[in-house]
């Protein structure tokens, strides 16, 4: 008997098949989703090219780039390359639409603000802001593009928000690269975190919102954490095991004073020394989420400290200390700090934390759903235009699966069938055999087939 006669493997595939009624109607609700986004794009030819260009990212191509989308809708691909490595219209409008639309459908006060970065490997060195960095992916040093990003989580639904290309300094100061990847001359070096707290004050202040959290890469920065206190933003953010706190809820041990008047406190140590010495009764038992082998469950406690660095005269604000283990064999401790006054409790810093894993699900399905890694451009202009449409492609995706699993929707109907979106845009039948003569009509691109994610 093979796996797929087994009965667990026949209940799995049961479940996992869509009635036609579910599927019904999805070239119709992409169309209706496009027609709020349309209307930012300045031509008729660019609408069409947007419509065009975000059907192809949510098909079921293998590689999702221009030339491909092109060939499958029968038009030829300079236009479209053309369309997303330097077309005239404004990427930023679009992304603006998209917040207020997820505004619209996930708008929480509770909601979470996950910031991240994301390495794009890439081959050469003509690609706007490629250089050797570390590659979460590969687990090295690539030779690669980063990109800074914000992530909207809530209860119900999460979604990718903004984006940036990261310019090294190498980059920023050399003119004539910059002159050939039309960096626009406003564009100045900014470390990771200064543009994810740019990207935060300058989109954030409509969106509903009360924590913002990251992993350790912005966490460790302590100027990040100052601005964030600064703007008056709560947040959870992960720092390095070596961090060196002082406990200020420790009880002194006894001694004496160094002179009249001196204030006796204990020294500064790395997190991880300090979690050695916690008793056992100081850890409290969490259940965080329901996982597919039973509740997931955790450790944590948290204490009021300050930090201190090399390169700081006086030691930092006050901050809350959050540990987490995991409870199992070979335990996962993290260390966070937040700025969450004493009547946050426990429990919602644990679960504020936890919602920073909400972003590489995004990652993962933007680089294998929509496209996000499958560009060729090499400008500021086109990898800013490619990531926009395929977040909005992301941002169709995500909506689709709210509706599959009943939750609200943006009130269109039906569920969608995903052959509709392979359906080639109409053109003129003089233009289609131009194309098939030129070599760039329809070909036997390989497809995984027809594709839209419903979970």
Known sequence: ???????????????????????????????????????????????????LVTCGLLSGLERKTCEPIARQSGVHRKPIQNFVGAGQWDDEAIMAELRGHVAQELGDTRAVVVVDGSAFPKRGTESCGVG???????????????????????????????????????????????????????????????????MLKTHCRDLPHRWVTGDDEFGRIVDFRAQLRRHRELYVLDVPCN????????????????????????????????MAHQPASRWRRLRVRAGEKGPVVVEAMTTRVRTWYKHRIKPGAQERLLVIRTVESTPRIDYSLSNAPDGVPLEELVRVRGERYRIEPLFEQAKGDTGMDHYE??????????????????????????????????????VANPRDLHAPLTESAANARANRQSGYGRSATQRRGPYLSLV
């Open 377 to 414: 451009v090499r400008s500021w202009v086109g990898w800013h235009h490619h990531m926009t449409l395929s977040l909005l492609a992301l941002w169709f995706l995500t909506l689709e699966q709210r509706q599959g699993s009943g939750k609200k929707n943006t009130g269109l109907d039906g």
């Open 243 to 274: 961090t060196k706190i002082r406990d200020l809820e420790a009880s002194l041990p006894p001694g004496p004073r160094k002179g009249l008047g001196s204030v006796r406190s204990l020294p500064f140590c790395r997190v991880d020394a300090w």
């Open 1 to 51: 008997m093979s796996i797929l006669e087994m009965p667990q493997a026949q209940f799995l595939l049961a479940e996992a098949k869509l009635s036609p009624g579910a599927i019904r109607g999805c070239r119709k609700r992409l169309t209706e989703f496009l027609k709020r986004y349309l209307p930012l794009f300045y031509r008729k030819e660019q609408r069409r090219n947007a419509t």
């Open 132 to 198: 050797h960095h570390w590659c979460g992916h590969t687990g090295q040093v690539e030779n690669c593009q980063i990109g800074v990003f914000l992530a909207y989580a809530v209860p119900g639904g999460h979604a990718l928000i903004d984006r940036r290309l990261f310019l090294p300094k190498a980059w920023a100061a050399d003119r004539k690269r910059r002159a050939k990847c039309h960096v626009p001359r406003q564009v100045a070096y900014q470390e990771p975190w200064q543009i994810a707290l740019e």
